[in-house]
């Protein structure tokens, strides 16, 4: 898993997403099935636990919405623990659930698998726009740059009794523009910078190994898998 391209992973994510999506509501075996590659594709990767669970947590908004369904879906209604849920509300909650749970862990392989500069070599490998790989390039750079100033500004209005009380939201409204400010100077000096240094709109270095038929044989199994699980169950269903 460490080893694959970047390029051939970014492709077997999208795949294995689509035939997860693809799976009818209510093919509980079919998402069953997934589960079972995507975990298997997890204990390939030797990932610890820990990590993969602080990565999840960026699904709590989708967690929220899908228990939140069954309340506020209409159609037939059924008891459970005095609660009146919708059945529909039920089964799209819980399938929505499963379904953004393996994407959201499959994306977390892959984020836990690849660095960052062998990503976007893998994503310029995949012929995506030159502008939109040198954004994200750049934003990979300089997010702990800000990162590290919005520490600074923290730590200044701290100092000046400033806090996160709704009476404190002027002096934190006012570090959050400065930290915009400071973020857009600091861009045009990297441009400036840059363009006097002979800059012809290209990385040197970002692109990629090309991938082996091996190589995108493994990567594509976990999705073509998954492809016929899901193509089963809705000729099944």
Request: hydrophobic share 60%.
């Amino acid at each position: 898993m460490h080893r694959l391209p970047a390029q051939t992973k970014v492709v077997a994510l999208t795949a294995l997403a689509a035939a997860v999506v693809a799976v009818p509501a209510g093919a509980w075996w079919a998402l069953a099935v997934c589960a079972v590659l995507v975990l298997g594709v997890v204990a390939a990767a030797r990932l610890p636990a820990g990590l993969v669970a602080r990565r999840m947590l960026v699904e709590l908004p989708v967690v929220v919405f899908c228990l939140l369904l069954p309340v506020v879906a209409t159609g037939p209604r059924v008891e459970v623990l005095g609660l009146s849920l919708s059945r529909a509300g039920l089964e799209g909650g819980a399938t929505l659930l499963v379904k953004a749970t393996l994407g959201v862990l499959a994306a977390v392989v892959l984020a836990s698998t690849t660095p960052a500069r062998d990503l976007l070599g893998g994503l310029e490998r995949l012929r995506l726009p030159r502008s939109m790989v040198l954004v994200l390039a750049f934003a990979v750079r300089y997010s702990v740059v800000l990162v590290g100033e919005a520490r600074r500004l923290q730590t200044a209005v701290a100092l000046r009794g400033g806090g996160r009380r709704l009476r404190h939201l002027p002096a934190v409204a006012g570090a959050a523009g400065a930290l915009f400010v400071r973020g857009y100077e600091r861009g045009e000096r990297v441009q400036r910078a840059m363009l006097l240094r002979g800059w012809s709109g290209a990385v040197p270095g970002l692109g990629g190994g090309a991938a082996s038929a091996a190589q995108w044989a493994v990567a594509c199994a976990v999705p073509a898998a998954a492809a016929v699980v899901a193509v089963t169950a809705r000729v099944v269903g």
